[in-house]
């Protein structure tokens, strides 16, 4: 789940997953009697499905569909898919760029109710009929380096941001300057560069992918409907 991110998004919770989720299935039979001791079964704690590499993305919002890497030793749930395949790590990365582009979101849209508009919900059933293009060796490979440098400017805020897991070093720390104010202003050009980078990455993500589908609706682009992950402002 999470708010809307593209490419990454940072893992803030914490799950207690010792002894098959033991403590946690424990307390949920203790609150819901009625379960009759069966809650690691209503729970679908089975370890076998959980802690892989993956992507996830957030199952109901009010904006588009956004999809992020998800880190091995990570589990999903019903809020916050799980999208698993027996792949490369260059065929992980040139999905997620799928995922994120403009054309698979309108065909994810066609799907989509008029009165999901305002909250829509990306069921599983839905994503698993809206068809993704065949890539090619080389798409696959230019679609993968271009999903791993968007995933990297993605995630670079959160390597200033102390509660983060990726936490490097604080924001006013990490560039140089004589002043406070000159240490702003170059946070301020690099926050900008990143996110211009982080635009024409997906720009060229989507037309790409456009391509690839080869119909005709789908290549026409529009700049100003292009839209990536959030990031904080300075």
């Not at 199952?59 to 990570?74: P, Q, Y």
Request: charged share 25%; with cysteine.
């Amino acid at each position: 789940g999470g708010e809307f991110s593209t490419f990454y998004s940072n893992v803030y919770m914490l799950v207690d997953c010792e002894n098959r989720f033991e403590a946690i299935i424990a307390s949920a039979n203790e609150k819901y009697p009625y379960l009759n001791g069966k809650a690691g079964g209503f729970l679908h704690a089975e370890p076998d499905l959980f802690f892989q590499r993956g992507l996830t993305y957030t199952r109901r919002t009010s904006k588009d569909f956004s999809v992020r890497a998800l880190s091995s030793g990570c589990v999903f749930s019903d809020k916050g898919p799980g999208i698993f395949i027996d792949a490369t790590s260059n065929d992980l990365y040139a999905l997620l760029a799928v995922l994120n582009s403009r054309s698979f979101g309108k065909l994810l849209a066609l799907s989509l109710g008029a009165a999901t508009l305002a909250a829509r919900s990306y069921e599983t059933g839905i994503l698993e009929k809206t068809p993704v293009p065949k890539l090619t060796f080389d798409s696959q490979n230019k679609l993968s380096d271009l999903a791993r440098e968007a995933f990297k400017l993605a995630r670079k805020p959160a390597t200033n941001d102390e509660i983060t897991l990726v936490f490097q070093l604080p924001a006013i720390v990490s560039v140089s300057g004589i002043s406070l104010a000159t240490r702003l202003q170059r946070l301020y050009q690099n926050e900008n560069q990143r996110k211009n980078a982080l635009y024409d990455l997906q720009r060229e993500i989507d037309e790409r992918v456009a391509g690839l589908y080869n119909i005709p609706e789908l290549s026409e682009f529009n700049s100003e409907q292009v839209e990536v992950g959030e990031s904080k402002e300075f």
